[in-house]
């Protein structure tokens, strides 16, 4: 089955500076990758995503790209504020239903 | 939209206790799906329907735990007998795009003591 390794697990960034987090997946099936975002005691959100036939996507401050040669996609988060402080989870789609393998999930922490 | 709608928000009980957990997924959405979240395994899909069917229960870690949507509106998750080391955060999701784009509720935090 499919499996997706994220790195770092926790990342630690002076505001104003980028983040960067990496993931890899094993199915080169897989087609769509979303990141979420976790804030303590909620749900992830969804914030950003890619399908495969793409190989970047801006939302403002933040950035996705995917390399399906190399099986790994990146999340970048560029101006970083306080408020981006929490735990980012990457996620490959591995069926045609929404069958999702995710990410370890890596703790943000922006200090001010 | 209200969003995913999970209840209760926290849930303790004792081991052995029958525990149901239910969802109401956004309107409109036709598929739904149930993880659970530990930081010793992190994100686990345990399973998920499409039109109300189950498509992929292979994620449920035992026979103790059963799901079902008898309406678009509406999916429980029961527990029966519960066990301490069903303590977790347990989330629904729903979308209305075959997995594209998922809209998690907020949880139910359980605890089995």
């Known amino acids: 089955g499919e499996n997706v390794e994220q790195h770092p697990s926790t990342l630690s960034v002076q505001e104003g500076d980028s983040a960067v987090i990496k993931c890899t997946y094993s199915d080169s099936a897989s087609n769509y990758f979303p990141w979420y975002k976790q804030e303590l005691g909620k749900g992830p959100q969804l914030i950003i995503d890619i399908r495969s036939n793409v190989g970047e996507k801006k939302d403002q401050r933040i950035a996705v790209t995917l390399n399906k040669t190399a099986k790994h996609f990146s999340l970048h988060i560029t101006e970083t504020q306080p408020e981006d402080s929490a735990v980012y989870f990457c996620a490959a789609k591995t069926d045609s239903w929404g069958k999702f393998q995710f990410g370890a999930g890596t703790q943000v922490v922006v200090t001010p | 939209d209200a969003g995913v709608i999970q209840s209760p928000r926290h849930e303790v009980t004792e081991m052995g206790q029958e525990v149901t957990l239910r969802c109401k997924p956004i309107?409109?959405?036709?598929?739904l799906f149930w993880y659970r979240q530990t930081m010793m395994r992190g994100l686990e899909l345990l399973i998920y329907f499409n039109n109300n069917v189950p498509i992929d229960d292979s994620g449920m870690p035992e026979d103790r735990f059963s799901a079902k949507m008898p309406n678009a509106s509406f999916s429980t998750l029961k527990i029966q007998p519960s066990e301490p080391r069903d303590s977790a955060v347990y989330f629904c999701a729903s979308t209305n795009d075959r997995g594209y784009g998922y809209t998690f509720g907020s949880g139910t935090r359980l605890t089995v003591v």
């Open positions: 309107s409109g959405h036709n598929s």
